[in-house]
């Protein structure tokens, strides 16, 4: 069974940073690109990257709206991706899922990151 | 960017009767490859985004027939056959052709 699972979510201030996780199982991490999204709350859904497997050399794609102060990363070892979320804004505000490459079969539960002061 | 569209973005449904939702992109989805990457998601209240629908017509593993998709260049529908209860959620497309991937603003089915 596929899962993926995000942690790290939590209150910050604007400006500070966080890094969230995306543990994965069931799948082949190595062999999949690693995408994350958000939904603030009661919005839509955004698109805000994702991170290639280790064929194309892990490289990334972001949203503009993120694009300079998030990173995605990957541990293939460990089935880890990862979110360095850097400067943060109150705006940045959401819920926010890993899904595996796109059409995007298998997504968390989702971690919720409150950017407030 | 591609900008994704969808009416109605509210969906009041009987029971059994058939529900359509249609989706409208800015651009082409048809992607260099030859496929257009269109995808139809159902999200629960409190629940992350399902996979329906990928490119246009294909149904995900495990999803009802009653769940369809069609369309094709710049306009796309999903459709439910005979809505049941659990189909109540909000629907977006999505596409993934051109970066950024972009959604629609969802559209919220409930029964009458």
């Known amino acids: 069974e596929v899962q993926l699972v995000e942690s790290g979510g939590g209150l910050v201030q604007p400006g500070r940073s966080l890094r969230l996780s995306c543990t994965t199982s069931?799948?082949?991490?190595?062999?999949?690109?690693m995408s994350w999204f958000r939904q603030a709350p009661g919005k839509g859904l955004e698109w805000i990257g994702f991170?290639?497997?280790?064929?194309?050399?892990?490289?990334?794609e972001y949203a503009a709206s993120v694009k300079g102060r998030f990173t995605m990363s990957r541990d293939n070892s460990k089935g880890i991706a990862y979110l360095e979320m850097n400067s943060l804004k109150i705006e940045d505000t959401a819920v926010y899922y890993c899904s595996d490459v796109s059409p995007w079969r298998y997504w968390g539960q989702g971690t919720l990151v409150t950017v407030s002061s | 960017d591609i900008v994704m569209t969808q009416t109605p973005l509210s969906s009041p449904v009987t029971l059994g009767q058939p529900a359509s939702i249609s989706c409208r992109s800015s651009q082409s989805l048809v992607h260099s490859d030859g496929n257009t990457y269109l995808s139809w998601f159902q999200q629960r209240p409190g629940q992350p985004p399902r996979l329906l629908i990928y490119?246009?017509?294909t149904r995900f593993s495990g999803v009802p027939d009653r769940f369809s998709g069609s369309g094709a260049g710049t306009d796309f529908t999903l459709k439910i056959s005979r809505v049941e209860a659990e189909d109540v959620g909000v629907y977006y497309c999505?596409?993934?052709?051109?970066?950024?991937?972009?959604f629609g603003p969802g559209t919220k089915l409930e029964i009458k």
């Open positions: 991170i290639r497997n280790q064929v194309y050399g892990g490289t990334t």
């Open positions: 490119k246009i017509s």
């Open positions: 999505a596409q993934a052709t051109q970066f950024p991937y972009t």
């Open positions: 069931g799948f082949t991490f190595g062999d999949s690109a």
